[in-house]
Each structure stands twice: as structure tokens, then as C-alpha cells.
């Protein structure tokens, strides 16, 4: 619900509700909680798509299957009188419920229920008469927001007032000197605006002329008392408004001369007039952003081990320095030795290194400085990576408080950018990495600046292979044993042994070998694999290969 409606809603519960003793209270559904009065019920909905005030209509066949709050008995609020029920800050999507209490050991002290409707973080709490939270439909911990933690037990701070003058408030005078000549100026200019309604505003105001634009924000507010709504479909979309809208103003209209019922009708997503469902392209959004997000979190956690491991370049550098110092010291053909590293205090300290008896001290140091370079690459790599992560996470929270406020276009912007929707009719054979998902296949793992793809599935494996390879990309298989497909995304370089190695270790651990000590690994350029013609997703051939033992990574 944005501002008028919420305000709509709260004058309409308000005046059927204050003064009345509550039955019982019992949670909805995860995010929604219904209070009883008497035959009248009231739903306080925190739904990130569909937050706010409802009152079911009789026989609405709500069901409560659930407690109240986790942490806070239904018992302690039953048979509460509902004192008061208003919006504390004009422009501000703020519910405070005020009840005397009615407990007998209580009677006499007041306790509040706070409904916050802010998207995707709207919340309802309860707070004592101190203004102490005893409860909440989310606990939100410091770790999460050190300015406003919601935690039984600490002090209730309101959210900050967002800038812009109240819809109640504005003037001409205040739209002239704001320049409101868009629907995001004006936004921005009167607070507790939505995109929809602000867009309604303009169009009743030709040419954004300050008068007209203020009268027509004026008339929207007085409206907003509850007494009539609508659903009109704009665009895709159903919207939700607190006053009737003149028929050239929408695609379709159902008026309603109730707003409590249009409300119901908006809240369970009933769309045209024969009462069909109309898909929800809001709720989809929002999904695939989530799962967007999702994936960001699981990139930076890989990244972030990845990094841990690449930052032990300068214990390497240091064993190689240790080899050259000594280097007259050390037998050919040593395994392992200690050596001696001089200090920066004049002493030495000892470093035991491990050496490769097949070639020489100085050959084992070389090896080692090349394992330093790669490693410094690789973190320089992780780094761009790291980067480009956290941009898209904050394009996600960006698209989501839009989204969350009516506004889908940074979310379709996005998922644009993210999963670009194949060109209909296109023929040909489709570019690597051109899937008919808009999910990138295999699960992704990073080494030394390398992407590593594994199959999530036959059908993935086939994706990973044929979809996201390139020829001379290396490909990876357990021999003799079903297993991932397993690509090492080269870019044209040549990966070094230990890459081969970690990407070996992934495929024994998703084969049927992964319980065997080492597994065989078939190591090949993409170019040699083929596929079996008429054969299942993932059955392949592969015409040349070399072998590695590896130990599946646990």
C-alpha cells in the first residue's frame, strides 16, 4: 500500500474498530497477522508485494494456523481494548495501534503495536508501555542494521522522516520552487508519494502547472478517507487507489464502494472482471532478483576463500628466498629441508620447506616465485571480480526499494543486464553461453583468477559443455565413472597445474568415484569432446586426452 491508501485503510479501521476489545490474535501466515474483534477481523500484512491494513470481509475463510509472535504469546494481548489506531507522521507509512491492556494483573497499563510498511522491510512490533519491543514478526539483529535493531528488550526508534513535504501539506508555492517537472521530482518533492500516484497527479495537471498539480494532490488526499476504491489496470498492472478514477484514466476499472474491499480484492491479486488470477510480473521480479542476490552472496563467500589462499603468496616468496640464501646448503634431491632466513633484527629464523627431489634447489625456487606471480594475478583478478559483485548487489537493493515503492524500472534494467532474453526467431547456432535459461549454467568456483564451471545436472553438464565452453577451454571427466562436466574458462591462457588440479578435485568429488582415495581425471580441450547423436543430455565422446590422479575434494 503506499501513503493514501494506508491512510484510507487506517480511517476505515479506525472507525469500526477503536474502543473494541480483542477477541484473539493469531498469525495468518508468515507475514501476516489477524486480530479478532468480535466478528470483525483485522489483517496487519508486512508481505513484501502487498504490505498493510485489511479488513476481511465476512466469510473471508481466513484461516490462523500459527502464534502470534515466536517470541511472545498470543495470551498476553487477548481481550486488549483497541484505544486508538492512527498514522503518526503525515507522509510516513507508520501504524501505531494503541491498546489497554487486558490481562488482570496488567489492567491498567497500555502496550502498542507498531506496523512499519516499507516494502520488502516492513515489520510489525510490539512494544510495552516504555516503548520497548516485547515482539516482532522479524527480529532484525545489529549485525543486519546498527541504526535500527529490532530485538526483544531494546528501545524502539521510529524510522527517520523522509524528506519532501506531506500530500496534506504541499502548495503551489512549494511545487514552483521544488521544479516538480517529472514523476520522480515530484516524488521527491511530497513525501509518501508512489510512482502510480504521482503519475496520476501529472496527468491531472497538464503541462505540470504548479496550481493545478497541488489541487489535484489535495483532492487525492481528502479523498483518501476510506469511503470508496478502486483497482485500475495500467500497463500490466493492477493498482490499488483509495478514490474512484475517471475512466480515461485506465485501461480497465473495477470500482468498489468500499475501500476496505477493493483492498481485499487488490490483496489476493484478483484481476479482471470474470475474476480470473492476472499474473503477478512484481512478484516474479522480486523472485528473480532474490535469487539474483542469492548467487552474489554465495560469488563473494568463494571469492573471499579464494583471496584468504591467494594472500599466502608472500609465505611462498619466502621459502623461494630461503632456497636461493641456502642454496649451496641444500643436497639435490632433498624432500624437505630447514633453512635459515635472516631477520630484520640481525637474528635468523627457521622455515621448513618442501621440495620436489626431481629437479634442482634452484628450479624448485623458480617454481615457486611462478607460483607467487600467479597468485598476485590471481588476487588482482579476484579483486575486478569482487568489485563488479558488490555493483550488482547494490543495483539489487537499488531495484528492490524500487520495486518495493512501484517502480520496476531499475528491476527490469537489471535482469536486462543479467539475463538478456534471446532474440526471437533467431537461427543459427546459438554463442556460448547463449542458453534458453536465463540461469548461467554449472555452479561457478574461482582459482587464481580462473573460472571453473561445473554441471549441476545432465542437462547443465550439456550447457557447461556446449553452451558455455569455447573450443580451447580445458574440459575435465572422471574416467569410467558418470561425473560433472568440468570447465576451466582459460580466456585464451594457459591455466597453471594447480588449476588442473583443483578442478580435477571438483569433478572426482561430484562423480562416482568421490568415495574412492584418487580418481582418474580425463583432461582435454573443449574441441576434442563430441556428443553422442540421438543420445541423452550429457552422453559425450571424447576423441584425445591426458590423464591426472587426483583426491576428490571433500
Known amino acids: 500500500m503506499d501513503y493514501l491508501s494506508l491512510k484510507a485503510a487506517v480511517t476505515q479501521a479506525a472507525h469500526l474498530l477503536n474502543g473494541r476489545r480483542m477477541s484473539g490474535v493469531r498469525r495468518a501466515a508468515r507475514d501476516e497477522v489477524v486480530l479478532d474483534f468480535g466478528g470483525n477481523g483485522l489483517l496487519l500484512s508486512i508481505r513484501a508485494d502487498r504490505p498493510g491494513v485489511f479488513l476481511p470481509p465476512t466469510g473471508s475463510g481466513i484461516k490462523a494456523p500459527g502464534g502470534f509472535f515466536s517470541d511472545f504469546p498470543a495470551s498476553r494481548v487477548k481481550g486488549a481494548v483497541l484505544a486508538s489506531m492512527i498514522m503518526p507522521e503525515k507522509g510516513d507509512r507508520i501504524v501505531r495501534m494503541e491498546f489497554s491492556a487486558g490481562w488482570p494483573e496488567k489492567r491498567g497499563e497500555t502496550f502498542v503495536m507498531v506496523l512499519e510498511v516499507m516494502g520488502r522491510h516492513s515489520n510489525l512490533i510490539l512494544l510495552d508501555s516504555d516503548e520497548r519491543i516485547m515482539g516482532s514478526l522479524k527480529q532484525v539483529p545489529p549485525d543486519m542494521s546498527r541504526v535500527r535493531p529490532v ?18 501539506d504541499i502548495s503551489a508555492e512549494t511545487l514552483r520552487g521544488a521544479s516538480c517537472n517529472g514523476v520522480r ?15 496520476l497527479a501529472m496527468s491531472r495537471a497538464p503541462h505540470g502547472d504548479p496550481e493545478k498539480l497541488s489541487a489535484a494532490l489535495r483532492t487525492m488526499s481528502e479523498q483518501s478517507t476510506g469511503g470508496s476504491g478502486c ?21 480497465s476499472i473495477r470500482a468498489f464502494t468500499s475501500f476496505s474491499e477493493a483492498a481485499w480484492e487488490w490483496r489476493g491479486q484478483t484481476g479482471a472482471d470474470e475474476g480470473r488470477r492476472v499474473p503477478n510480473p512484481v512478484q516474479n521480479m522480486a523472485g528473480r532478483l532474490k535469487n539474483e542476490a542469492e548467487k ?6 568463494i571469492i573471499e576463500d579464494e583471496e584468504t589462499r591467494c594472500r599466502g603468496y608472500g609465505e611462498l616468496r619466502l621459502k623461494a628466498e630461503s632456497i636461493l640464501i641456502n642454496l649451496s646448503q641444500i643436497p639435490r634431491g632433498a624432500s624437505r629441508v630447514t633453512l635459515a632466513y635472516p631477520s630484520d633484527e640481525g637474528s635468523s629464523i627457521e622455515i621448513e620447506v618442501d621440495l620436489d627431489p626431481s629437479i634442482t634447489p634452484r628450479a624448485n625456487a623458480d617454481r615457486l616465485f611462478s607460483r607467487v606471480k600467479r597468485l598476485k ?14 555493483s550488482s548487489r547494490k543495483d539489487i537493493e537499488k531495484a528492490r526499494n524500487a520495486l518495493s515503492d512501484g517502480d520496476e524500472r531499475p528491476a527490469k534494467a537489471f535482469l536486462r543486464r543479467v ?3 534471446e532474440a526471437a526467431g533467431r537461427s543459427g547456432r546459438r554463442k556460448p553461453g547463449s542458453g534458453k535459461s536465463g540461469k548461467s549454467p554449472g555452479r561457478r568456483y574461482w582459482k587464481e583468477g580462473f573460472t571453473i564451471l561445473v554441471g549441476k545436472s545432465a542437462a547443465d553438464n550439456e550447457r557447461v559443455t556446449f553452451e558455455a565452453a569455447s573450443p580451447h577451454d580445458l574440459w575435465l571427466h572422471a574416467r569410467d565413472y558418470p561425473s560433472s562436466h568440468v570447465v576451466i574458462l582459460t ?6 597445474e594447480e588449476v588442473i588440479l583443483e578442478a580435477g578435485r571438483l569433478a572426482a568429488a561430484k562423480s562416482g568415484a568421490k568415495r574412492d582415495s584418487t580418481v582418474e581425471i580425463m583432461v582435454t580441450e573443449r574441441k576434442w569432446v563430441r556428443k553422442i547423436r540421438g543420445g541423452r543430455p ?7 586426452f591426458r590423464s591426472i590422479r587426483v583426491k576428490p575434494k571433500g
Request: hydrophobic share 40%; glycine share 8%; with cysteine.
Open 151 to 168: 530485538i526483544p528488550g531494546h528501545r524502539w526508534t521510529p524510522p527517520p522522516v523522509r524528506p519532501g513535504s506531506a500530500i496534506e
Open 419 to 421: 539475463a538478456p532474453p
Open 185 to 199: 521530482e515530484l516524488m521527491d518533492c511530497v513525501r509518501g508519494l508512489s510512482p502510480v500516484t504521482a503519475r
Open 296 to 301: 552474489i552472496e554465495r560469488s563473494l563467500a
Open 377 to 390: 594475478r590471481g588476487l588482482a583478478a579476484l579483486k575486478k571480480k569482487k568489485t563488479a559483485l558488490e
Open 231 to 251: 483497482l485500475a489496470l495500467r500497463g500490466e498492472r493492477w493498482n490499488l487507489f483509495p478514490f474512484l478514477l475517471a475512466h480515461e484514466e485506465a485501461e
Open 491 to 496: 580466456g585464451g591462457k594457459r591455466p597453471p
Open 538 to 544: 550429457g552422453r559425450v565422446t571424447v576423441e584425445r
